[in-house]
């Protein structure tokens, strides 16, 4: 059997020949996603900035940060089913209008109150942007070009994270302190509009086979299920809207995490519902105990965000406060971590055909090493001395991280229908939100608690902490690649 017959055999999709058009529709995407993505780390060098250009407290710029994230997450999986009923091309170009007037809006904002509401918008329309991503990877790759396509999403994953901190420093210290925070935000606008004009032209429409959902109504409208979404929207907001919070200095938002469990719970007794009543659900959670691989492949999407976004986080604070580098200089020296992701992303999309999940376990096996030897060999030293310890560490760290988002996700959707692609993809990108910001507050939490014996002290701590975390996904990978067994050879 050849890998597009057995991915089309296990999908239920009898797809036609791929599209010719399909590498350039994801590079397409692949630049509207590295935007997105760049928006949730890009500001973190610009606090201090904003702060004074908008005369408000650290407290309240935070939100500047943590609001885009909040809503990022609330709105993928939501996304991704929108995307799934109503078309991938009709939901990029609503999410890039809503990205780009949004952008505009941060950037030429009066005050501190402007600047959260639109970056809380921004946020959603970058929810709905990012499932498409891998909803149309699903829809136009098989076998192992599959795996080379969700390669390079984790080079743009990987990339977008590791320097987001340079090019907004570099911009600041362009534009200049005071205003230059603001074309962090102004610069989407000509990129959106031109990648406008490339979704509309290059994106397929909604096909015949993704018209056909199950439980969808005779006459071709796709029911969305807005109840579905309310609990897990309210699930979701329970867990990172006090998580968030923390990071701007409020602690009463934490009671509500007592309501994420009882949302969740409900969401899934729901979407049980829905499907035994023949609708569309918003997200199949039958895919979670039958799909091979979904619900592990979940576990080390979000515990790998948890224990890695917030490493960049107290490196940057450890660099600038702790030792008083400038945002650029902070920013440069954690390039090394995106140089490495940079390489090895592309290489492991292509080898996990081959490997499967050993290629995950030793992807983790290599950034933990490189962040140990960050732990013990960064805090203590300065100026020359290093760049010399800060650049190999965070390489090696880098080389291993870029090995672990996109094979990971190759294997968590290999066996997802298409017709549930985007809400599946959306899910899993969720639980990377909902890791990296309880990662983020984690991390800053014990830097801060720690701050008192010393900055030093403080990195290294917070650093153990990211390794505790990251060996949690490396136990998860294991137990995923003893249950793989002997991979079948057919397996995209």
Same mark, same amino acid.
């Given at each position: 059997?050849?890998?597009?017959?057995?991915?089309?055999?296990?999908?239920?999709?009898?797809?036609?020949?791929?599209?010719?058009?399909?590498?350039?529709?994801?590079?397409?995407?692949?630049?509207?996603?590295?935007?997105? /993505?760049?928006?949730?780390?890009?500001?973190?060098?610009?606090?201090?900035?904003?702060?004074?250009?908008?005369?408000?407290?650290?407290?309240?710029?935070?939100?500047?940060?943590?609001?885009?994230?909040?809503?990022?997450?609330?709105?993928?999986?939501?996304?991704?089913?929108?995307?799934?009923?109503?078309?991938?091309?009709?939901?990029?170009?609503?999410?890039?209008?809503?990205?780009?007037?949004?952008?505009?809006?941060?950037?030429?904002?009066?005050?501190?109150?402007?600047?959260?509401?639109?970056?809380? $918008?921004?946020?959603?329309?970058?929810?709905?942007?990012?499932?498409?991503?891998?909803?149309?990877?699903?829809?136009?790759?098989?076998?192992?070009?599959?795996?080379?396509?969700?390669?390079?999403?984790?080079?743009?994953?990987?990339?977008?994270?590791? /320097?987001?901190?340079?090019?907004?420093? /570099?911009?600041?210290?362009?534009?200049?302190?005071?205003?230059?925070?603001?074309?962090?935000?102004?610069?989407?606008?000509?990129?959106?509009?031109?990648?406008?004009?490339?979704?509309?032209?290059?994106?397929?429409?909604?096909?015949?086979?993704?018209?056909?959902?199950?439980?969808?109504?005779?006459?071709?409208?796709?029911?969305?299920?807005? *109840?579905? *979404? /309310?609990?897990?929207?309210?699930?979701?907001?329970?867990?990172?809207?006090?998580?968030?919070?923390?990071?701007?200095? *409020?602690?009463?938002?934490?009671?509500?995490?007592?309501?994420?469990?009882?949302? !969740?719970?409900?969401?899934?007794?729901?979407?049980?519902? +829905?499907?035994?009543?023949?609708?569309?659900?918003?997200?199949?959670?039958?895919?979670?105990?039958?799909?091979?691989?979904?619900?592990?492949?979940?576990?080390?999407?979000? $515990?790998?965000?948890?224990?890695?976004?917030?490493?960049?986080?107290?490196?940057?604070?450890?660099?600038?406060?702790?030792?008083?580098?400038?945002?650029?200089?902070?920013? %440069?020296?954690?390039?090394?971590?995106?140089?490495?992701?940079?390489?090895?992303?592309?290489?492991?999309?292509?080898?996990?055909?081959?490997?499967?999940?050993?290629?995950?376990?030793?992807? %983790?096996?290599?950034?933990?090493?490189?962040?140990?030897?960050?732990?013990?060999? +960064?805090?203590?030293?300065?100026?020359?001395?290093?760049?010399?310890?800060?650049?190999?560490?965070?390489?090696?760290?880098?080389?291993?991280?870029?090995?672990?988002?996109?094979?990971?996700?190759?294997?968590?959707?290999?066996?997802?229908?298409?017709?549930?692609?985007?809400?599946?993809?959306?899910?899993?990108?969720?639980?990377?939100?909902?890791?990296?910001?309880?990662?983020?507050?984690?991390?800053?939490?014990?830097?801060?608690?720690?701050?008192? *014996?010393?900055?030093?002290?403080?990195?290294?701590?917070? !650093?153990?902490?990211?390794?505790?975390?990251?060996?949690?996904?490396?136990?998860?990978?294991?137990?995923?690649?003893?249950?793989?067994?002997?991979?079948?050879?057919?397996?995209?």
């Amino acid at each position: 059997m050849s890998d597009q017959q057995a991915t089309t055999s296990r999908t239920g999709d009898d797809a036609p020949g791929p599209d010719p058009r399909r590498w350039r529709i994801l590079g397409v995407t692949l630049v509207i996603g590295f935007m997105a /993505l760049l928006d949730v780390t890009i500001v973190n060098v610009a606090i201090p900035s904003m702060r004074v250009g908008l005369h408000t407290s650290t407290s309240t710029v935070q939100w500047v940060v943590s609001g885009y994230a909040l809503t990022f997450g609330l709105t993928l999986v939501t996304g991704g089913r929108l995307g799934d009923a109503y078309g991938r091309r009709r939901m990029m170009l609503i999410g890039l209008v809503g990205f780009v007037v949004t952008s505009a809006a941060v950037g030429l904002a009066p005050g501190a109150a402007w600047v959260i509401a639109a970056r809380l $918008l921004q946020g959603a329309a970058a929810g709905l942007l990012t499932p498409q991503n891998t909803g149309l990877i699903q829809q136009l790759f098989r076998g192992p070009e599959r795996g080379r396509a969700f390669g390079l999403f984790g080079l743009t994953v990987s990339i977008s994270s590791g /320097l987001g901190p340079v090019i907004g420093g /570099l911009i600041i210290s362009t534009a200049g302190e005071a205003n230059g925070w603001r074309y962090l935000f102004l610069v989407n606008v000509p990129i959106g509009l031109v990648a406008m004009v490339f979704v509309a032209r290059l994106v397929p429409g909604r096909s015949h086979e993704e018209g056909e959902q199950e439980g969808a109504p005779a006459t071709g409208r796709t029911q969305l299920d807005l *109840a579905g *979404a /309310l609990l897990l929207g309210g699930g979701v907001l329970c867990l990172l809207f006090p998580l968030v919070s923390i990071e701007s200095g *409020a602690r009463w938002p934490l009671v509500l995490l007592i309501g994420a469990p009882l949302f !969740l719970w409900g969401f899934v007794r729901w979407e049980r519902r +829905v499907r035994r009543r023949g609708q569309p659900p918003l997200l199949d959670v039958s895919l979670l105990r039958q799909t091979a691989g979904y619900a592990n492949g979940l576990a080390v999407g979000a $515990l790998y965000f948890l224990g890695f976004t917030g490493i960049f986080l107290v490196l940057s604070v450890y660099f600038q406060d702790g030792l008083g580098l400038s945002p650029l200089r902070a920013g %440069l020296l954690l390039t090394p971590f995106a140089v490495g992701s940079a390489f090895t992303a592309p290489l492991a999309g292509r080898l996990v055909s081959r490997i499967h999940r050993l290629i995950t376990v030793l992807a %983790l096996s290599v950034m933990m090493t490189g962040v140990l030897l960050a732990a013990l060999l +960064v805090p203590g030293h300065a100026g020359p001395g290093l760049w010399v310890v800060a650049v190999p560490t965070l390489l090696l760290a880098g080389l291993g991280g870029g090995g672990v988002v996109s094979p990971n996700i190759t294997l968590t959707l290999a066996e997802v229908p298409n017709r549930m692609a985007g809400a599946a993809g959306g899910a899993l990108q969720t639980g990377q939100r909902i890791g990296s910001s309880i990662g983020a507050a984690l991390l800053m939490t014990v830097y801060g608690v720690v701050s008192s *014996a010393g900055p030093e002290t403080a990195l290294r701590a917070a !650093l153990f902490t990211s390794l505790g975390v990251l060996g949690l996904a490396m136990a998860m990978a294991v137990r995923s690649l003893v249950r793989e067994g002997r991979p079948d050879p057919g397996r995209d």
